[in-house]
């Protein structure tokens, strides 16, 4: 299973960005689709995660801007980025908890490589 992130790049303060995370591989369900970020010289944090009931869950910091979402038959989530603030800018992690054969059908936390986010003031 492999997940890839893609969406980043170079935002005016005020914008908006939509970041896409895909998995791939042999799947059998995903439960938490999540997007996490790490500023420089910060620890990782949460941004947003979605269950597979559609429950959703926020960081304080981008609630009313920020909107995930996601396509199950895509094996696919998205974050929507609105009123983009400077102190967004961070890499952008996706990360999964998948379950497959690989996993024998063990729930497993995988993760994409990162797409980075600036904001420019």
């Known amino acids: 299973v492999q997940l890839q992130a893609s969406g980043g790049g170079l935002v005016q303060a005020g914008g908006s960005l939509r970041l896409t995370c895909t998995a791939s591989g042999s799947i059998f369900s995903i439960n938490v689709m999540g997007w996490y970020r790490q500023a420089p010289g910060k620890q990782r944090e949460l941004v947003a995660t979605?269950?597979?009931?559609?429950?959703?869950d926020y960081a304080d910091s981008v609630k009313g801007r920020f909107t995930i979402f996601r396509d199950n038959a895509k094996n696919s989530a998205y974050l929507q980025m609105n009123s983009l603030k400077f102190e967004d800018t961070a890499v952008y992690y996706c990360?999964?908890?998948?379950?497959?054969?690989?996993?024998?059908?063990?729930?497993?936390?995988?993760w994409g490589q990162g797409t980075l986010v600036t904001v420019s003031s």
């Open positions: 979605q269950t597979s009931g559609g429950g959703t």
């Open positions: 990360s999964f908890d998948v379950r497959s054969p690989a996993t024998r059908y063990l729930p497993v936390t995988f």
